[in-house]
């Protein structure tokens, strides 16, 4: 639709804390926080998820099934999303 102004990005995974092994509880929401604050070989440390909620809304939710990363950018970002 090239006259919206926005995008929408979710992405989801088939793991949640119901798949977590024994003796590790809470890893799957663990590894939700790393992915969204973790340095990367782009940015530093909670720069990403920072930048993104700066531009619009930037998310994640860890479930019993399954985990998700929601974003909602001006359409000029959707590169930036996806990235």
């Not at 088939?14 to 024994?22: I, Q, R, S």
């Not at 998820?49 to 998310?59: C, D, H, P, R």
């Amino acid at each position: 639709m090239p006259e919206a102004d926005q995008v929408a990005v979710e992405s989801l995974y088939d793991v949640g804390f119901l798949d977590e092994p024994k003796a590790m509880t809470q890893v799957a929401h663990l590894v939700e926080h790393l992915v969204c604050n973790a340095a990367t070989d782009s940015y530093k440390q909670n720069e990403a998820m920072g930048l993104l909620s700066q531009l619009g809304m930037a998310n994640a939710e860890t479930l019993p099934d399954w985990s998700h990363y929601d974003y909602v950018l001006p359409s000029d970002k959707l590169e930036l999303a996806l990235e």
